[in-house]
C-alpha cells in the first residue's frame, strides 16, 4: 500500500496531488460511486471533489453520468482505466537491476531484483531487465498492453535536451544510452531520468515527506548525486545536469575523480572508496552491505570510514542548504539501514558549514524507500508523464 501521511499545506500543487490520489484510490477500492460518497470517503468537500472529478474527466481518467442517490439526483464517478493499467519503474546499478510495478493508486503489486555482473554493457543490461520484466508482469498477472509506460533511472547524468546519458556516469558502459535504445528494447513508452531525481521524486510522491514544498534528496553509493524537488515538481535545471554534488572538490590536491577534477566528494565519500578503505584495512574483499553489517557490529574500522565520509556529505550538502534553503534533506542509497550511524557524521558536517539559521529550520532525515526509492520514483515517473498528474504544473 502507499505510504501517506500528513502533507504540507503550504504547498498548493502538492495539496492538489494528495488529493487526486485519494479520489483516484477511492475509485480504484469502492467502483463507480457518487461524488457526495467520494466526498464521505475521503473527508474533502464536495466542492474540492466535484472540481478534481472534472480535472480527471478533461485528463480522460474519469467518467461521469447522471444517476440518483436517496431518491435525489447525483452524478455517478466511474474509474475509466478498468483495464488494470499499471506503471513500471526499473532502476539500474553497478550490480542490480530492480523493477517495481504499480497501480494507478499507488500500489505496488509486483516487485523483483537481480544482480547483473559488474561491467555489463547497457545492452546486456537491457536484455536482462526486458526478461526479468516479462516475469514481473506475469507474476502480477498483468498484461503488457496494460502498462502506461517505464521510467527508467540511471546513475549518471543525463542530457534532456536528446535524453542521452553523457560523460560522468557511474556506469561508463551507459554513457552513449538514449531513450531510444530503452524503448527498442521494452517496446513500450520510455522515460529516462537519473537515480537521484527519481529517489526525490519517489520521496515527494510516496514517502512521509510527500507534500513538503522543497526537499533534497541525497543519494550516497558508489556515486553521490542529489535530486531537487521544487514546490512539489523536481527541479532539473537547464539542461537536466543539476544535483552533481558528488563532483564538488572538498580536497583541492585529493585523488583525481572520474570527472576529471580532484578531491571530489566522490573520491572521499562514495561507496566505492568506503569499500577500498576497508578492503584494505580489513586484508579481504568488502561489499556495500558490508559496510552495514560491520558499523553495526561495532567495528570501529568501519565506523570511522562512515563518519569521515559522512562528514565530507555534509560539507557538501551544506553548501546546497545555504543555497536553496530546503525544508527536508533526505539521505538515500544503499546505507540507509545504518540511520543515525549515518545521519550523525552528515548533521556534523551540516552543522558545521551551514548558516546556524538554515541548520536550525532543515530537517535532515534518512529515507524510509531505503534502495527501493528509485524505482519506485521510475514509477512515479510514468503516472506523472501520461497526464495523471500533468494538471498539478
Known amino acids: 500500500m502507499p505510504v501517506r501521511q500528513k502533507r504540507n499545506p503550504g504547498s498548493q500543487s502538492a495539496l492538489r496531488l494528495s488529493n487526486q490520489q485519494r479520489i483516484l484510490s477511492n475509485l480504484v477500492s469502492s467502483g463507480p460511486t457518487t461524488q457526495a460518497d467520494i466526498a464521505r470517503g475521503t473527508g474533502l468537500s464536495t466542492a474540492t471533489v466535484s472540481n478534481i472529478v472534472k480535472v480527471l474527466v478533461d485528463c480522460g481518467l474519469v467518467s461521469t453520468s447522471p444517476t440518483t442517490s436517496s431518491g435525489r439526483r447525483a452524478r455517478l464517478v466511474s474509474l475509466k482505466s478498468t483495464d488494470g493499467a499499471v506503471s513500471v519503474g526499473i532502476d539500474f546499478g553497478r550490480r542490480h537491476v530492480r523493477i517495481i510495478v504499480a497501480t494507478l493508486d499507488y500500489r505496488v503489486i509486483a516487485e523483483k531484483e537481480i544482480e547483473i555482473p559488474l561491467g555489463c554493457t547497457a545492452a546486456e543490461a537491457l536484455d536482462i531487465s526486458a526478461n526479468l520484466l516479462t516475469s514481473t508482469l506475469a507474476q502480477a498477472g498483468v498484461q503488457r498492453s496494460a502498462v502506461l509506460g517505464i521510467g527508467v533511472g540511471v546513475p549518471g547524468p543525463i542530457d534532456r535536451r536528446t535524453g542521452t546519458v553523457v560523460k560522468g556516469a557511474i556506469l561508463p558502459e551507459w554513457v552513449g544510452f538514449t531513450v531510444g535504445m530503452a524503448e527498442a528494447s521494452f517496446e513500450l513508452p520510455v522515460y529516462l531520468e537519473n537515480d537521484a531525481n527519481l529517489g526525490a521524486l519517489a520521496e515527494s510522491t510516496w514517502g512521509p ?185
Open 209 to 393: 515527506h510527500a507534500g513538503t514544498p522543497t526537499v533534497v534528496f541525497v543519494k550516497i553509493g558508489t556515486g553521490i548525486g542529489a535530486g531537487l524537488i521544487f514546490y512539489g515538481k523536481p527541479y532539473s535545471g537547464n539542461i537536466g545536469l543539476t544535483g552533481e554534488i558528488g563532483h564538488t572538490p572538498i580536497h583541492e590536491h585529493g585523488l583525481l575523480c572520474r570527472c576529471g577534477n580532484r578531491g571530489c566528494l566522490e573520491t572521499v565519500a562514495s561507496t566505492t572508496i568506503m569499500i577500498e578503505l576497508l578492503s584494505h584495512a580489513l586484508d579481504r574483499p568488502v561489499r556495500t552491505r558490508d559496510i552495514v553489517r560491520l558499523v553495526l557490529d561495532g567495528d570501529e574500522r568501519a565506523i570511522r570510514v562512515v563518519d569521515d565520509a559522512g562528514f565530507a556529505v555534509g560539507r557538501s550538502i551544506a553548501a546546497m542548504a545555504n543555497l536553496v534553503n530546503p525544508h527536508t534533506i533526505i539521505v538515500g542509497g544503499p546505507l540507509t539501514d545504518l540511520g543515525e550511524m549515518l545521519l550523525r557524521p552528515i548533521r556534523s558536517g551540516l552543522e558545521r558549514y551551514a548558516v546556524p539559521m538554515i541548520v536550525e529550520t532543515t530537517e535532515l532525515v534518512m529515507s524510509s524507500l531505503g534502495e527501493r526509492a528509485e524505482a519506485l520514483g521510475g514509477a512515479a515517473l510514468v503516472l506523472q508523464q501520461s497526464g495523471i498528474h500533468s494538471t498539478l504544473t
